[in-house]
């Protein structure tokens, strides 16, 4: 190689743990493209990198804890938002970021989803959605489109999926949008957006698992996927999140379907303690910095 | 260190188990509870949900168990120490997330005010039948600590005690109350904070270069990193080497389970707390915990006026079983009688610690309702009229 070339780091080479690589991702799986999005959304947003935290839950996307520089959980299969709700309430100036998958976060963690958006919890999740159980080998998921073929319905599935956007704004949700990996620009403005908001705060990524979704559905490679979520993809930011549920090869609406503002658990916590103790009320204590 | 006065409510008060756990939790500096209602048990977090606004700390009504249980933990890995409480069916579906507390050594404890079982059960009534599941719940190798009062006193006096072994060998600790215990209201004296000792978080003093998160200096317990303070740690169930990354091979995996295995059972002396009475010269030894405890004085004292050699072991920590105490005690005495409201359980270990040495006697109870004096008697008597083995 070009002695020249040498020395060039990638931008986001920072923030990830690179003596952990190489990841476990299949080859053509989106989520290593979501977790480029995210880098690069931490350096236009230059976040302070020593208050934030990521937490995951289980599952391919779960092992996003595992790859970032950061302080970082990979917690129980479908509990990452619960730890994620400990860990913000007691330090308020952590920013905490959830990375997890569809089924992880709406399955058999789909009661701490909605009740922390219902709560207004100040997190940031991420959620990728490959429409698939992917880690386990294939099995239906909550958000598995209608028809599909996965290795628990050889037959098809039959069961409607879950509208995430949909289910999220209708628990509360202050902010959510939803791209798919070929938007790698729009996602990584999102998450900047979503930084910038105080309350709980949704971005769905749709992404490919081109092993066990893509290929048990004839629907291609990686690429073929990409393919089809560029010509299939339509934009539409303030869609009503009704209108945004997905199917196996139709269209799929992207952008930013919800913005807006309410009060985060831990304001309402404070004004409401102001108001019945007054003077008896006693904020908790932020805990030093120790590193040094 | 000493208890930060804030949380200390100095003085003779008149308590019942379950408040008095709650004051317990804030006086060893528990800042943080979640939890999800649950007979018998609300009362404690009850109580913390008042008095924590005025404290400076955080209580969360969470959606279950699972949320609770782990909650918590994110608490702890935001600096506070933490705990949660519930009862039989809530502890059942905090299983996994004692596992997960035992494998990344998150220092909390778990209370179980202990009702009738098994499933929904005798919600109101009290049972000591989640003994064994406090041991052996979760799935894989691991050791736990668990403290069993039988007086709204000690409710205050171990949950301290459960905290500071919790920050001390970084373990989830199970308070195991029974109903009775925290339904029942005595005196309970809550000294000055001066005088209250509590652990401090095993805090590393490392630079960020020289941390390793489960790195260890010969004493078994890693040194603990909080979020945000610069070490961009990283914590996972998953089996794991000194940095803390997942590596799944047989050798990483058997020295991160033989150490957490370890690091409790090599200080299983220091940690096992008993009370004992009249065990020189004792034919029989009565070895109960919890609310059995008190109703087994009563037998032991009527079974001594009837000139019966019977001593008493009541056990305050439950696990690490104090094996060694009663495979001592199998070589001087004839028989041990272990009366508990379960079918069956703790008898187990205080019989494989016997070792075939004296006999073992069980007098078991289902629950929902404490043993007569005379029951445990009978078997007393029954026990001191046995061979020596």
Redesign the interface.
Known sequence: MPEHLIDIVNPVEPFL?TD?MPHIWCPGCGIGTTVNSFARALVDSKIDL??L?L?SGIGCTGRV??YV????????H??AI??????????P??NVVVYSGDGDLSAIGG??LI?AARRNIDLKVICVNNLIYAMTGGQTAPTTPDHSTTSTNPYGTFEPSFNLPHLVEAAGAVYVARWTTFHVRQLSRSIGEAFKKKGFSFIEVISPCPTLYQRRNKLGDGLDTMKYYKEKSKVRNGAPTNEVGLTMTGEIIVGKFVDRDRPDYQTM?RGQ?EQS?GE??????Q?E???? | MKADP?GVLTGIHFLDGDHACCEGALAAGA??A?GYPITPSTEIVERFASRV??????F?Q???E???S???????????K?FTVTSGPGFSLMM??IG?AAMTETPCVFVDVQRGGPSTGLPTLPAQADMMQARWGSHGDYEIIALCPNSPQECFDLTIKAFNLAEEFRVPVMFMMDEVVGHMTEKVVIPPADQIDVVPRK??????EDYLPYGTNGDQVPEM??????????????THDEHG??NMTPPVQDKLVRRLQNKIRDAADRIALFEEEQLAGADVVVVSYGITSRVAQRAIEVARDQGLRVGKLRLITAWPFPEKKIRELANKVKAFVVPELNLGQMVREVERSAAGKARTFAVSHAGGGVHKPEDILKVIVEASKCQSI
């Open positions: 743990r952990r020593g208050s935290a937490v804890a595992g520089k950061l302080d970082s959980f990979h917690t129980t479908g509990r619960p730890f994620a709700t400990g860990l913000k309430l007691a330090n100036k952590l009661n701490h009740h916590m303690f103790l008896k009320y006693i904020e908790q204590d805990p910095t120790v590193c040094s | 804030r800042r943080f979640a606004p005025k404290v400076g700390g955080t969360i969470m959606e279950d699972l949320a609770a782990i909650t918590l933990q994110g608490a702890v890995w935001g600096g506070a933490a996994e997330h997960y805090h590393t003093r490392k630079s960020v990193a909080h979020a945000g303070e610069g070490y961009n740690f990283h914590v996972t169930g998953l990354y997942p």
